[in-house]
């Protein structure tokens, strides 16, 4: 599918006929984000609709919901979740509501997707996972689905790396891995000084927003080369953490560069910056290992463009693009996963050879972001 055909996808929405009993999916606010990682991917799934939103001020729920053609409009996200018709929620607040209201969500008995980072502390996202425990002993027969919103790991481009750090793919085994680095910076415009992602009691900064993903990246890929479900692989030393503070206010990081080690030896540089340059949207990883060195242009939205290279020791080098069979986007991947597990359908479950974020795997990458904060001597979000 041609760039256009893909980005016409990712924009345009979907009006296919949907399942007889799709889930319905209520969403918290009206963030900038939902109509791309949640309307949108709805759109073009048969298991799901866009049933419901809410917003603090009903009038901008109503507009939202028109624009949009959301049926069912909230007057407060708690109206929202005592809502019997909603099955299950997205959140796409800013990352310090997170916690409350994914708790909130699952004490309704909702299943939640939750925007990145899952929360401002791993403190806050053990919360969550006590809430899930409850909700798992009183009502066994219920389970909830849960995930943080990591969707760049549910792309077929993203698949194609991970097979060749598992060394499944010929011509591309890269042998034993020695570092993973990973970076993730946002242009200028990206966080105007009334952003969300500047203001520190709503859980801003650099290492929360693009960081969150890069960490997750790293740990990713030193997760998969591990070869083990065990998540201690993952489970990294903070060996070191710089950073750039916000002249407007010191508690905000808009760049963070940390050293972190992980168990199997693999070193990880994880970095992340706002206001990087006039159009310096750059999410890069970089794999160094015995045989060359293998490097992942644009893994959050590969959907739009990326490359995959290896420029191996003997001099070769390959080139891959992995767009998959129906161009669509990262968020349509997940959503799709996130469906199929709601509705325990284990056929198209195994359609996505990566899972959804467990809460476990959100709790690590949570612990990662405080520690780099701590070696940053940088305080934890409240
Ligand atoms: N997956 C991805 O690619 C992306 C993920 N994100 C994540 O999604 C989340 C939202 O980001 P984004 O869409 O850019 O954010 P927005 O600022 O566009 O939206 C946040 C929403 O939160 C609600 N809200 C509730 N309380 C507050 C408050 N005190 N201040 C501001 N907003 C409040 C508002 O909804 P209302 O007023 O309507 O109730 C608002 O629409 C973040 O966690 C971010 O990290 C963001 C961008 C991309
Ligand atoms: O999740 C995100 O991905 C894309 C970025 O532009 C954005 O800041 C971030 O929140």
């Known amino acids: ?21 799709p889930v319905r999916i209520g969403i918290l606010g009206c963030a900038n984000i939902a109509p791309m990682a949640c309307i949108g991917p709805m759109s073009h799934l048969p298991g799901g609709t866009a049933h419901a939103v809410a917003a603090r001020d009903v009038q901008r729920a109503r507009a939202f919901a028109a624009k949009h053609r959301i049926p069912v409009v909230h007057a407060s996200y708690d109206q929202l979740l005592a809502d019997p018709d909603v099955d299950a929620v997205f959140i796409p607040l800013p990352n310090g509501l997170h916690h409350v209201w994914a708790i909130k969500a699952i004490e309704h008995g909702k299943h939640v997707l939750c925007e990145k980072p899952l929360t401002d502390t791993a403190e806050q996202a053990r919360a969550i996972q006590a809430a899930l425990q409850a909700h798992a002993h009183a009502h066994p027969d219920r389970p909830l689905v849960f995930a943080e919103a990591f969707h760049y790991k ?41 952003d969300i992602r500047l203001n520190f009691a709503l859980g801003g900064g650099a290492t929360m927003d693009a960081g969150s993903y890069a960490v997750s990246m790293s740990r990713l890929i030193a997760q998969t080369a591990a070869g083990t479900a065990d998540l201690d692989a993952s489970t990294p030393i903070v060996e070191s953490a710089h950073m750039r503070p916000w002249d407007k206010d010191p508690k905000i990081d808009m760049a963070m ?45 590969p959907f739009a463009f990326h490359s995959v290279e290896l420029a191996k020791k003997d001099g070769t080098r390959l080139s ?62 409240p």
Do not use: C
């Open 154 to 194: 549910m792309h077929p481009a993203t698949h194609f790396v991970l097979d060749v750090v598992r060394g499944s793919v010929d011509g591309w085994q890269l042998g034993r891995i020695e570092s993973v680095d990973t970076l993730f910076s946002l242009p200028n415009a990206a966080t105007p000084d009334s």
């Open 1 to 21: 599918m041609s760039f256009l055909g893909r980005i016409h996808k990712a924009l345009v929405y979907g009006a296919g006929p949907k399942d007889p009993a």
């Open 257 to 301: 560069e940390a050293k972190l080690v992980y168990p199997s030896g693999i070193r990880s540089t994880v970095s992340s910056a706002f206001r990087a340059g006039i159009i310096s949207f750059k999410a890069e990883l970089a794999i160094v290992a015995e045989h060359g060195k293998l490097t992942f242009s644009n893994f959050i939205a």
């Open 320 to 381: 891959k693009k992995v767009y998959g069979d129906e161009g669509q986007t990262t968020y349509y991947y997940q959503m799709r996963a996130f469906l199929n597990a709601i509705r325990n359908d284990p056929a198209s479950a195994a359609s996505s050879p990566v899972s959804l974020t467990t809460i476990v795997d959100s709790i690590i990458n949570m612990q990662t972001i405080d520690s780099i904060y701590r070696a940053a001597g940088f305080p934890l979000r």
